[in-house]
Each structure stands twice: as C-alpha cells, then as structure tokens.
C-alpha cells in the first residue's frame, strides 16, 4: 500500500551521463517535492510543484531539473551528474504547502 | 528565510531513560512544526507534529512542545527502546516568502543502550 513511489531504489550511473530519477503517487497531492540527502545531513529541497506551478530553490544547480507531466508523476532529471550529485533523493507529497509531507523510499545514486 | 537550529546533533541514552532534542527557529511566521524520525537507509516517517497555536502535544511515549514566544519546540521521548534509535529531524514550515518550505534542523543521532 505505499503511497508515494520512487523508482529505482537504486542507480547507478557514470560521471556525465543523464539520468532520471521517477516519483509516483496514489494520494492525489497537489504538491510534490524534490530533496538531496547526502550522508548524515538533513534533506536538502530542490524544488517543488504546487499543482503545474514549479518552485525552483535558488541554490538548486541548473543541471537539477523536474518535470511533472500530470498530477501523479514527477521526475528529477540530472543532465550532468557529478560525483558530488551521489545521495539519496527523495520524493515527497502534500495535499497542499501548509500540510503534512509524506516521503518516498527515496532513490541513492551512485555516480562512477 | 527560515533558519533551523537542532541540537544535540548525538544523542546517547540507556534503556528506559528520556531523551530530549531541542529546536530553534528564527521565522516567527513559521506555523508549523514536524519531527521524522529516519532509520538507515529507509525514509523520513513522521513521528509527531504541532502547530503554532499549541503549546503541546503528546502521543504514547512522544511529546512535543512549542514555545512560540521563544521560537523553540522540543522532542521529549520517555521509556526509551533500543528501537528509538535513529536520526531525528525537527523541521519548520515557513511563512512569508518561505510558504510551504519545509525546513529541516541538521538532525540528531539517537542511540538508545540496551
């Protein structure tokens, strides 16, 4: 019965090959995030989507984007991983901003 | 934008004691205050939550308390179990021009003895 749903678990890629990263989910949230967690350090927002609308973090590298084609999906492109991209990258919902966020298995990238 | 401060960031408790986590943060329009707890490898899973117009909260072994004035929430979890052992993160969902950022403290890593 999992809600929000990240595939794969697992990627490895090479240094400079693009990679996509995808989140499911089945509880018809307005809001979908993007987080970097790297090794013992809090998740770190990349953007998000309100509905269609896309809210990128003014940190967040030009070679991080999203796509959300309709309500259920969304991706996380990396054009260009680095090795300093490696982390585990969740996914996360919420019926609207001001409401509680419920997280994917999140998905760790390996970059070679 | 909103800031996040979590301490301890290591947390060493035997069996049965209480463990606290303490949280500050500096966006008074901040209404909204979660905890995760996150285990190895697995997601963030909400432990607890409050918001700004409760001073606390209590679920079992897990309370909360939100000090408004202070800017401060806290984590109280009594009875400890080796399975309390995990990462914890406070978080802050902003107001203003943070809206709907949720903004995480740099957790604190929980170890409860046997």
């Known amino acids: 019965d999992a809600m929000v749903i990240q595939n794969p678990r697992y990627q490895v890629t090479q240094f400079g090959k693009p990679v996509t990263l995808s989140c499911s989910q089945t509880l018809n949230h307005n809001v979908m995030y993007w987080y970097q967690q790297k090794s013992s350090q809090a998740p770190k927002l990349l953007f998000h989507y309100y509905d269609k609308d896309f809210n990128n973090e003014a940190d967040t590298p030009d070679n991080f984007q999203s796509r959300r084609p309709n309500t259920s999906f969304c991706f996380l492109d990396i054009r260009s991983p680095g090795l300093g991209d490696a982390a585990m990258y969740l996914c996360?919902?919420?019926?609207?901003?001001?409401?509680?966020?419920?997280f994917g298995a999140g998905t760790r990238l390996s970059v070679l | 934008g909103e800031n996040v401060e979590q301490h301890p960031s290591t947390l060493s408790v035997q069996e049965g004691d209480s463990a606290v986590i303490k949280c500050t943060y500096s966006?008074?329009?901040?209404?909204?205050f979660p905890w995760y707890k996150q285990e190895l490898g697995k997601r963030p899973q909400l432990i607890i939550d409050?918001?700004?117009?409760?001073g606390e909260k209590k679920d079992q072994r897990i309370a909360v308390t939100l000090n408004k004035t202070a800017k401060h929430f806290s984590l109280h979890i009594t009875e400890t179990q080796p399975e309390d052992s995990a990462v914890y993160f406070c978080?802050?969902?902003?107001?203003?021009?943070?809206?709907?950022?949720?903004?995480f403290g740099q957790g604190t890593i929980l170890t409860v003895h046997p």
């Open positions: 996360a919902t919420s019926r609207a901003r001001d409401r509680t966020e419920t």
């Open positions: 966006d008074s329009a901040s209404n909204y």
């Open positions: 978080a802050a969902l902003g107001g203003g021009t943070s809206y709907g950022k949720l903004t």
């Open positions: 409050i918001r700004s117009n409760v």
